[in-house]
């Protein structure tokens, strides 16, 4: 079964529902293929989205696929496991388009492709961690930050830049306790320390072994074999900021030959300002293009990618009509 699009989409979030949106209202024959794994799906809400804060992740796609359908867009809920350029002959004036393999058996064609499949975060292997993450364990302060204010903050470190972070979040609270955990005290600067310091900022060194929470709730941090200085093991703590390691869904990327740069927080393709790699015809949008792409971000990059696509069809169109 093959089926041939002008634009394929692969990932069903924020970047990959806008670019759809602008391309179905452009009356390109677009499909989207969801395998249904949003980064933010732990999250009860989203912030920062004008008109959109507070709505819960999933309602906000779900009005989201309900808007692409409505201009003739397509959605397949399946897994891209491969993607080539196509190599069939393509038509006369035109760059060959790409042939994406779904895990449920079809191969569906393209002119155009854009990857929009996000990124994945991996927690540090603390008890407890995963089950409370986007709860009262959390990454992002401009995300929850808000909504856990004044709250008695904990902050998991994991490599000395998790010193940025204990910084950050005291502008939501002055009650914050930096763990060192897995990060010994001679690796911080005197910058950093004075900075803590500054901030008002507790340092505690030790590994942290896991999580008090008492009626689903996190009440503590308890650290491995006692405190240091002989005090207490548990720390009484409200919430826990960690950072997560960021893993780029951009297999597809590498596969089809997309230049790659290394970037602090993993690989990322070289893109130009509207998400185009350095493959003809291959874009990326949201977290698949950088670390930082909110979801506020993320629906802007899916937008610039799908209008720039369409002028890219436009003009490949009119000048193949002219014999160029």
Known sequence: MTETYEVIVIGGGAAGLSAALVLGRARRRTLVVDAGEPRNAPAAHMQGFLSRDGMAPAEFLAVGREEIARYGVELVRDRAVDARRDTGAPPAGRDRGFAVTLAGGPTVRARQLVVATGLKDELPEVPGLAERFGRDVLH??????????????????????????????TQWSKDVTFFLHSVASDELSDDDLRRL???????????VAGLVVEDDRLTGVRLAGGAPSGGSPVHARDVLFVAPRAVPRTGLLERLGAEMRETPFGRYPVIDERGLTTVPGLWAAGNASGFSEQVVNAASRGYRAG?????????SDLDSAVGR
């Not at 830049?161 to 950050?168: E, K, N, P």
């Not at 310091?197 to 590994?207: D, F, L, Q, S, T």
């Open 307 to 315: 209008a720039a696509i369409n002028g890219e069809l436009l003009m």
């Open 140 to 169: 992002c302060p401009y995300c929850h930050g808000w909504e856990v204010r004044d709250k008695a903050f904990g902050v998991l470190a994991t490599t000395p830049m998790s010193v940025h972070q204990a910084l950050m979040v």
């Open 197 to 207: 310091a500054a901030a008002g900022v507790k340092v505690v060194p030790g590994e």
